[in-house]
């Protein structure tokens, strides 16, 4: 086997290839883990990216397709699954490559390049859902009075979530930090090892904007969200009404914080814990599996935000069953769409908030009225409305 002679106080010492390889991940795979692991991570990145990209390229889909799920509480969700596609599209395809070659063979420019698309494109993801847990407490609970979600709002939600992302990922391009290789040498990511103070500050900085405050945003919105309906609820049953939408709330909230907890948490504790301890020796493959177990939300984010959606199913349903009747009702429809379909596609949290509304007049409110609180995720669809292809 080869070595490399390497002069220290005019001693020669050898240093094996694996070391020099190590110091390089650029040159070629670390020797050290079997070419079984790489192989392993490179299918699971081929299903997770092709399942992702499916996915979120449907919700995009059907969001144009459809105008009635055009609306300003559905912006932030075809955000998410914008940001979810191209997270999928670059680190996706980049970590399936550089798996099936054993190593991140494009360089150091791309690494950086990689680093901060997928870093920046995930704090994009995670922050919609922040933005997304804010503008459904807006709608519901209405903290401003009679000012109602509208597209500019909708619009500067966005704004401020491609901004405010930016302005997190783009210090360590500019020396606050840097990206480098990971552990295992086939993706690259925040230098969670360095050991300099100054670095320390942008990891700390980082987890406080992108995780503790987008994390206590989604709490403290659905929370009072939750609150809000248990009153409603309670104020039904006052009146006799025994149905409790807010069970059906709770478990929808809870399976949404759920996911933003098992998603993120991983991947933010191992960030803490090597910018703490930056000798900590962790097996190279036991440190990717919170990078990994990370770019799994791009699967189950549609599935949770969209896809539980009863709007957005039927939608999806009438898309691939859609046949030249319905095409034909919707050609003889078009001038009556307006104020019908302004009035029934306000979307769920638009539904609600109407209930919420009504129930201040409890006493006048129909069994109709009452059923349509039943539902987190139900609205009211005319069936000759269903399909503007």
Known sequence: ???????????????????????????????????????????????????????????????????????PLNYIIVNLSLADFLLSLIGGTISFLTNCKGYFFMGSWACVLEGFAVTFLGIVALWSLAVLAFERFFVICRPLGNIRLRGKHAAFGLLFVWSFSFICTIPPTMGWSSYTVSKI???????????????????????????????????????????????????????????????????????????????????????????????????????????????????????????????????????????????GLNANQTTDRGATTAQSNDGEMSTIAACIATSNKAAGKTEEEENRCSSFAQVSIPDNKICPM
């Open 1 to 71: 086997m080869d070595s490399f002679m390497l002069s220290v106080n005019g001693v020669l010492y050898t240093e094996a290839p694996e070391i020099q390889r190590k110091r390089d991940p650029f040159s070629g795979p670390d020797e050290s883990i079997a070419p079984w692991n790489f192989t392993l991570l490179a299918a699971l990145m081929f299903f997770i990216t092709s399942l992702s990209l499916s996915e979120n390229f449907i919700v995009m889909l059907v969001t144009f397709k459809f105008k009635q799920l055009r609306q």
């Open 185 to 327: 040498g086939t993706t690259c990511e925040p230098n969670w090892y360095s050991g300099n103070y100054f670095d320390h500050t942008y990891i700390i900085t980082f987890f406080v904007t992108c995780f503790i405050l987008p994390l206590g945003v989604i709490i403290v919105s659905y929370g009072k969200l939750m609150r809000k309906l248990r009153k409603v609820s309670d104020t039904q049953g006052r009146l006799g009404n025994t149905r409790k939408p807010d069970r059906e709330v709770a478990r929808m909230v809870i399976v949404m914080i759920l996911a933003f907890i098992i998603g993120w948490t991983p991947y933010s504790v191992f960030s803490i814990l090597v910018t703490a301890c930056p000798n900590i020796h962790l097996d190279p493959r036991l440190a990717a599996i919170p990078a990994f177990f990370a770019k799994t939300t791009t699967v189950y984010n549609p599935v949770i935000y969209v896809f539980m959606n009863k709007q957005f199913r039927k939608c999806l349903i009438d898309l691939f069953n859609c046949n030249t009747n319905a095409a």
